[in-house]
């Protein structure tokens, strides 16, 4: 074997027990963090069963094969659907996709400067990332910027959304002016009549701030936008319900469900939190709202006088989180939850703190514009 050859071989060697042990870390430390979730018997509703087929990861170095340990999740979200683990060092769709319009936008909100893009790609991609230098990928990155400048400003005369989903969703990559650090991307989303989600509006603003998302909605009406949806969908924090009532005041409101059990579980000690959860399940998979209510007395009767805090804090959105009961059952998954928004950005939204490289703004929305097109099928 030639030296050069070697010394591929113990690179190649050296980056599959690399990644290997990253990600049986990253089971290990999912599993622990959800240790004291258990069923009605006292059983871990999260462990680890044995590992999924042996995957070949395509690399700059050549192929790598990976087992992944697999993880038995028996935990349901705020729809209903049973939660799957998903390994945040090697999505699944990474392993697929070819389209740079999916992994260049992911890897620049992930924290990665455009000088280490080729390096990156490479590891990604391996010969498919060929003559991508970084002066290539500035010059991608300037006529998708283009392409979000002529979306942010298209008619929507004739469109029309039924409900829409608003969030303010903050990203791995530090944005450069150290004084805005609170700013966020301000994401809504819209159903039409026909059920199609779309993309409907982006802007860089505060999540708390009613003047950003009065901006962002003034914004969207004056693109030609027919009505005003019948129901918005959002956490309680958001500034997005004060603009709401001055822009669309005929929309009814409901509050997003996995953000409102968050909130409550909060405020409650961690030995109760699962049988704290496993009730306010029962409230928003209620098969009737009269269900529903009778569920929810039931949460606040149980647990007001020992966790005031967490009693009131359901209690007072009471109105905002049963408003879905009043829409057709074959959309109430849809809309108790910002699930349209989380899904999309659930890889690259931040977890963690910022890492430390330096992006622009409009860098930044225009990555997030490519990664929920490319979410749509664009």
């Given at each position: 074997m030639?030296?050069?050859d070697?010394?591929?071989?113990?690179?190649?060697?050296?980056?599959q027990?690399?990644?290997?042990?990253?990600?049986?870390?990253?089971?290990?430390e999912?599993i622990?963090?959800?240790?004291?979730?258990?069923?009605?018997?006292g059983h871990?509703?999260?462990?680890?069963?044995?590992?999924?087929?042996?995957?070949?990861?395509?690399?700059?170095i050549?192929?790598?094969?990976?087992?992944?340990?697999?993880?038995?999740d028996?935990?349901v979200?705020?729809?209903?659907t049973?939660?799957?683990?998903?390994?945040?060092?090697?999505?699944r769709?990474?392993?697929?996709?070819?389209?740079l319009?999916?992994?260049?936008?992911?890897?620049?909100?992930?924290?990665?400067?455009?000088?280490?893009?080729?390096?990156a790609?490479?590891?990604?991609?391996?010969?498919?990332?060929?003559?991508l230098?970084?002066?290539?990928?500035?010059?991608?990155?300037?006529?998708?910027?283009?392409?979000w400048?002529?979306?942010?400003?298209?008619?929507?005369?004739?469109?029309?959304?039924?409900?829409?989903?608003?969030?303010?969703?903050?990203?791995?990559?530090?944005?450069?002016d150290e004084?805005?650090?609170g700013?966020?991307?301000?994401?809504?989303?819209?159903?039409?009549?026909?059920?199609?989600?779309?993309?409907?509006?982006?802007?860089?603003?505060?999540?708390?701030?009613?003047?950003?998302w009065?901006?962002?909605?003034?914004?969207?009406k004056?693109?030609g936008?027919?009505?005003a949806?019948?129901?918005?969908?959002?956490?309680g924090a958001?500034?997005?319900?004060?603009?709401?009532?001055?822009?669309?005041?005929?929309?009814?409101?409901?509050?997003?469900?996995?953000?409102?059990?968050?909130?409550?579980?909060?405020?409650?000690?961690?030995h109760?939190?699962?049988?704290?959860?496993?009730?306010?399940?029962?409230?928003?998979?209620?098969?009737?709202?009269?269900?529903?209510?009778?569920?929810?007395?039931l949460?606040?009767?149980t647990?007001?006088?020992?966790?005031?805090?967490?009693?009131?804090c359901?209690?007072?959105?009471?109105e905002?989180?049963?408003?879905?009961?009043?829409f057709?059952a074959?959309?109430?998954?849809?809309i108790?939850?910002?699930?349209?928004?989380?899904?999309?950005?659930?890889?690259?939204?931040?977890?963690?703190?910022?890492?430390?490289?330096?992006?622009?703004?409009?860098?930044?929305?225009?990555?997030?514009?490519?990664?929920?097109?490319?979410?749509?099928?664009?």
């Open positions: 030639a030296p050069k070697v010394l591929t071989e113990v690179l190649r060697e050296g980056a027990q690399m990644l290997a042990t990253a990600i049986q870390q990253e089971v290990a999912y622990e963090a959800h240790a004291g979730e258990r069923d009605g018997s871990r509703l999260v462990v680890r069963n044995g590992h999924l087929p042996q995957r070949t990861i395509h690399t700059g050549g192929s790598i094969h990976v087992r992944q340990p697999r993880v038995n028996k935990r979200d705020a729809d209903g049973r939660i799957r683990f998903t390994s945040k060092i090697l999505p769709y990474l392993r697929r996709t070819r389209s319009d999916e992994l260049i936008p992911w890897l620049y909100l992930k924290g990665i400067s455009t000088g280490d893009f080729t390096e790609l490479q590891a990604l991609l391996g010969p498919d990332a060929g003559g230098s970084a002066t290539n990928i500035v010059r991608l990155k300037a006529s998708w910027q283009q392409e400048k002529d979306w942010d400003k298209r008619s929507l005369a004739g469109k029309q959304y039924v409900y829409v989903w608003a969030d303010g969703v903050y990203f791995n990559v530090r944005l450069e004084g805005n650090q700013q966020c991307i301000l994401v809504l989303m819209g159903a039409t009549p026909e059920g199609k989600k779309e993309l409907v509006a982006l802007a860089e603003g505060y999540r708390e701030s009613e003047q950003s009065k901006e962002l909605l003034l914004g969207v004056a693109q936008l027919e009505g949806p019948k129901l918005a969908v959002g956490d958001l500034g997005f319900w004060a603009a709401l009532r001055k822009v669309w005041p005929a929309t009814r409101e409901q509050r997003c469900w996995v953000h409102k059990t968050a909130n409550v579980l909060n405020k409650m000690p961690k109760v939190q699962p049988k704290a959860k496993g009730m306010l399940h029962d409230i928003r998979m209620a098969e009737t709202k009269a269900d529903a209510e009778v569920a929810f007395d949460f606040v009767e647990f007001e006088a020992k966790y005031p805090k967490a009693a009131a359901l209690a007072r959105d009471r905002k989180l049963l408003v879905f009961y009043d057709p074959e959309h109430w998954r849809h108790r939850t910002t699930n349209p928004i989380e899904s999309t950005f659930a890889t690259v939204r931040l977890r963690t703190d910022k890492t430390k490289g330096c992006g622009s703004r409009m860098a930044c929305l225009t990555m997030v514009f490519k990664l929920a097109r490319s979410a749509e099928g664009h």
